[in-house]
């Protein structure tokens, strides 16, 4: 897509050992430093994921700031509904990368994964989010309150779009 990205292959065990392969962002600053690499709450929060699989199968579940989109995809994994999010395009793109490298394996397991544009607080984002499904089961979320600025924009928009929210942080 124009943007220089590094294969990353990850292990977890998500649906019997499989694995998923997650490309990154090259680039020192924007969305290329930060929503384009997988930071370390990312691979806690895909490993609790795993733990609790039951949890996960059958949902839909929304990842907000999702970068390379390894928390979403784990849960598609795991045999979820899941939807990637950021605001930046280049995000998105890659969104669509990693998508694509896992589908096989989102396949086996049953889930499925898709990305969006979402700004946090932004009602029409929000709406178009929703889909008309109604909201989410689950809402995801791994280093994305390092902002304090943005704090209840992220709020609004996790009340929002689920009732149950689990965010990972450092």
Same mark, same amino acid.
């Given at each position: ?34 929503? #384009? ?16 699989? *039951? ?25 979820? *509904? ?31 994964? &898709? ?8 009602? *029409? ?8 499904? #109604? ?23 996790? &009340? ?11």
């Amino acid at each position: 897509f124009g943007i220089a990205t590094t294969l990353r292959p990850l292990r977890f065990d998500v649906a019997g050992g499989a694995a998923l392969q997650l490309h990154e962002l090259g680039g020192s600053h924007g969305p290329q430093r930060t929503g #384009g690499k997988t930071w370390d709450s990312a691979f806690v929060l895909a490993a609790w994921l795993a733990e609790h699989a *039951s949890d996960v199968r059958g949902r839909r579940v929304i990842e907000l700031g999702s970068g390379t989109g390894l928390a979403g995809l784990s849960a598609a994994a795991l045999g979820a *509904s899941a939807t990637l999010t950021d605001e930046h395009p280049d995000v998105l793109a890659l969104h669509a990368t990693n998508i694509d490298a896992n589908a096989a394996t989102l396949a086996d397991a049953g889930g499925r994964a &898709r990305s969006r544009r979402l700004r946090w607080g932004c009602a *029409s984002d929000i709406a178009g989010a929703l889909g008309g499904g #109604g909201r989410y089961d689950l809402c995801l979320g791994s280093d994305v309150v390092y902002f304090p600025g943005m704090h209840a924009e992220l709020l609004g928009t996790m &009340r929002a779009l689920a009732a149950r929210t689990l965010l990972a942080y450092p």
